[in-house]
């Protein structure tokens, strides 16, 4: 009994002493939020040394819409299944306009990630099919795995939701090619999530906004490749109104700066 109790007091110790030095490694990371006025959560996980820090630890299990950073698994799983044969093949725009010239046109997967292009993706997942999106999910354990809605708006309007930790823990078995998918089609699609480089880092990502819903979520999630390390990271954040969706790069590129990954 005595040895349980000191091996519990011993546990708790060292979750405090764990909890004590993320929070206080993170502590500075609160003005990047708060002089913004936003709610949110931010995961840093350093690949070489296998730690994370983490702000707002309380929110970083909650799970949300995935909204566009789906896409990643859509790309995967749309390659995969032959729903498109490269990233390089182009489907025809329809003619409908969707309120951006940008998407007003035809596209490939190189194009349609960086612009997030929903008639794009929507058109894949049809491809894809039900059956086979479910199956692919459930094999990845991708958050909940839950699609509910309709197969070409699940991730917008659906059932699936998705924690910063669970999104993290995702792009790492990705960077490692650990996904159940071929090598060639994961390295493929990390080629194709590069937003940002620089002779000193190359930074793959995606964003979200799952803007349907009452209570909007933004995302930025991927991850970031310097010389000697990759940091991947995870931001979700509250939108209150259309101008908050630019605080989703702004404050990751801002805690990036301040952790010295870029510059």
Known sequence: MKKTLLLTLIILIYISTINAQNENLTEKWSSV?????????????????GKSKVYNTARCDSAYMPASTFKILN????????AINSVDDTIKWNGVDYGWDKWNKNQ?????????CVWFYQELARRVGIINMQKWIDSVGYGNTKMGGQIDNFW????????????VEFIERLIKNELPFSLK????????????????YVLHSKT?????????????????????????????????TKEDSKWRKQITYEILKEEGIIN
Do not use: C, H
Request: a negative charge.
């Open 75 to 82: 790309s995967l799983i749309s390659l995969e299944t032959n």
């Open 185 to 200: 089609n994961q390295e493929l699609v990390k080629e194709i999530m590069v937003t940002d480089s620089t002779e000193n």
């Open 208 to 240: 979200g906004w799952a803007l349907r819903i009452e209570n909007q979520i933004g995302w930025f999630v991927g991850y970031v490749e310097t010389k000697d390390n990759t940091w991947i990271f995870a931001l979700n954040l509250d939108i209150k």
């Open 108 to 116: 490939t997967m190189r194009t349609a990630m960086p612009l997030s």
């Open 33 to 49: 939020f708060n002089t913004k006025n936003i709610n949110g959560t931010f995961i840093l996980f350093d690949i070489s040394s």
């Open 156 to 167: 917008l309007e659906g059932d699936l939701r998705i924690s910063a930790k669970e999104q």
